[in-house]
């Protein structure tokens, strides 16, 4: 009994000790892991997405009417496999870590999956008739990689948000990780993007002077390469920081429940309000800005030029985060940053409607290179606030409940917002099809009313459809002052854990001692 005093007196002891919170500043990153991070968020962007719309419908070609139909059922799919697979993970606990194994694991059945998917158009186009838009053993094998694709990315996608708040408990350090990923990957993660724009419009430039089947086939080559090879080198830089990177915040020993894991969801506010807020922005749709580039002004190198002084802008928009973070609270920064794009292309969308602008070339580059300056001004509070606040989530769900559940909190997060961006979709494709849209070698023919209906809905539908996602984040509950009083407590526990835990390990060590001396 006196022994049980003692260490009970020395636990009390050593957590009353003068000690450094976790949230004041400590650097727990060395330089090879940070720079294995900046890597590792590369990977997230270093892809072809941005031109998905123009893969399926110029060089897969797939009919938009399977796709209204299909696009929502993936989503209900997705939406299925995300509880499950965050109650997996939640519950993983390895010596490599909760998160590690899974992102490792990827790069051995994800990958090869996302190459076959890239390869189709090279696949069907060696098939008579493989390229029409309702050949059906194509369509049928979209559809499965579509499913198959969407379990491999949610696993992957639910490690890779968990582990950025698992990798350091301080949350300055956090903050240095993530503004220094952001502003150093720019430079590079948009790179086959850029170089797809810049070949897709000297391919199609030279309309007239080549056969426009040897033009469809040149831009079906260029995906397949870029597409295949963007999907390897992102996998390789994913699973080197999943090789290398350590997780630093504990989890409880005891895992949790599935019940516990809702249960905790339905009592985080902060959550909450991030998941009803996505969940309302989701129905913001649009027909996307790549798509009136090529089809409508067939410069798909338009956003590079609009670009070019937001490229110069963006970088410092960074060096602010902190000093903006100290002054304004992230309420308030995250309204802000959210919204106001969508007010800067109502303006484009006034300027293209004049004397039928949005069909010259050299009238929309000023107009969309004001848009993308003053938006690229806050880039940097846009990018990292929105990391901070999900993890600032995750963290108060292990304040509140005593465990963590950064799987189970990441799906909530995203769970309404990917079935709403399905059914947008799905909504999207139904619009396309009402306004004449045409696939395949018509792609670059579009009738005069259907290309004013696309800029349209690039520019004014997501101001007029994304406005609502405002009014939830009104309501988020974070303040400075509950924000530290977290953060202190959390530390104080895990620095009460470590000591308990050692001081468990000293007494059994001499437990041992001592039957060894008897």
């Given at each position: 009994m006196a022994s049980k005093n003692k260490e009970t007196e020395a636990v009390a002891e050593k957590a009353a000790a003068p000690s450094q919170p976790q949230s004041h500043g400590r650097r727990y990153v060395g330089t090879k892991e940070t720079i294995a991070f900046i890597l590792f968020d590369v990977s997230a962007s270093f892809n072809i997405d941005?031109?998905?719309?123009?893969?399926l419908d110029r060089c897969l070609v797939i009919d938009l009417k399977f796709r209204t139909i299909v696009?929502?059922?993936?989503?209900?799919?997705?939406?299925?496999?995300?509880?499950?697979?965050?109650?997996?993970?939640?519950?993983?606990?390895t010596r490599f870590g909760k998160f590690r194994p899974y992102l490792i694991l990827y790069m051995l059945y994800g990958v090869p999956m996302a190459l076959i998917y890239r390869a189709l158009p090279l696949i069907f186009a060696a098939v008579p008739g493989?390229?029409?838009?309702?050949?059906?053993?194509?369509?049928?094998t979209y559809l499965v990689l579509s499913i198959f694709n969407s379990l491999t990315g949610t696993l992957n996608g639910i490690s890779r948000t968990g582990i950025i708040a698992t990798i350091t408990p301080d949350i300055r350090d956090r903050t240095r990780l993530i503004t220094a990923a952001n502003l150093l990957s720019g430079f590079c993660e948009k790179l086959p993007e850029q170089l797809l724009s810049i070949f897709m419009d000297i391919v199609d430039r030279n309309k007239g002077k080549i056969a426009q089947h040897i033009i469809e086939t040149k831009v079906r080559k260029l995906f397949i390469v870029f597409g295949v090879g963007t999907v390897f080198v992102s996998g390789m830089l994913a699973t080197y920081f999943a090789i290398i990177t350590k997780e630093r915040v504990p989890q409880s020993v005891d895992k949790p429940r599935l019940?516990?894991?809702?249960?905790?969801?339905?009592?985080?506010?902060?959550?909450l309000i991030l998941t009803l807020s996505d969940f309302v922005s989701a129905f913001g749709l649009s027909s996307g800005l790549d798509t009136y580039y090529k089809s409508v002004l067939n410069f798909s190198s338009m956003y590079l030029i609009v670009g070019i002084p937001g490229a110069?802008?963006?970088?410092?928009?960074?060096?602010?985060v902190p000093w903006a973070r100290e002054r304004f609270s992230s309420k308030l920064i995250w309204i802000v940053t959210s919204h106001a794009n969508s007010f800067f292309l109502v303006g484009v969308f006034l300027i293209g409607s004049i004397n039928r602008n949005y069909k010259k070339i050299k009238a929309m580059i000023p107009a969309f290179m004001l848009q993308e300056s003053l938006f690229m001004?806050?880039?940097?509070?846009?990018?990292?606030?929105?990391?901070?606040?999900?993890n600032e989530a995750i963290d108060y769900c292990e304040w509140k409940?005593?465990?963590?559940?950064?799987?189970?909190?990441?799906?909530?997060?995203?769970?309404?917002?990917?079935?709403?961006?399905?059914?947008?979709?799905?909504?999207?494709?139904?619009?396309?099809?009402?306004i004449g849209f045409k696939?395949?070698?018509?792609?670059?023919?579009?009738?005069?009313?259907?290309?004013?209906?696309?800029?349209m809905m690039c520019t004014l539908l997501p101001f007029v459809t994304g406005i609502g996602g405002l009014i939830p984040k009104l309501f988020y509950n974070i303040d400075a002052k509950t924000r530290k009083q977290m953060y202190d407590d959390l530390a104080a526990r895990r620095q009460a854990a470590v000591i308990a835990h050692e001081l468990k390990a000293d007494s059994e060590d001499q437990a041992v001692t001592a039957e060894e001396t008897d």
């Open positions: 941005k031109f998905n719309s123009i893969f696009d929502p059922l993936v989503g209900i799919w997705d939406v299925i496999n995300d509880i499950f697979l965050a109650a997996l993970v939640d519950r993983t606990r493989g390229l029409a838009p309702d050949y059906s053993a194509k369509l049928i019940r516990d894991s809702f249960k905790s969801i339905a009592t985080n506010k902060p959550l110069i802008i963006s970088p410092l928009s960074y060096s602010y001004s806050y880039y940097g509070l846009y990018k990292v606030i929105p990391e901070e606040l999900r409940n005593g465990f963590r559940t950064e799987g189970m909190t990441g799906v909530a997060k995203g769970l309404a917002n990917k079935l709403v961006t399905y059914l947008g979709g799905s909504i999207k494709t139904f619009l396309l099809r009402k696939q395949g070698e018509d792609y670059l023919n579009q009738d005069s009313a259907t290309e004013y209906k696309l800029f």
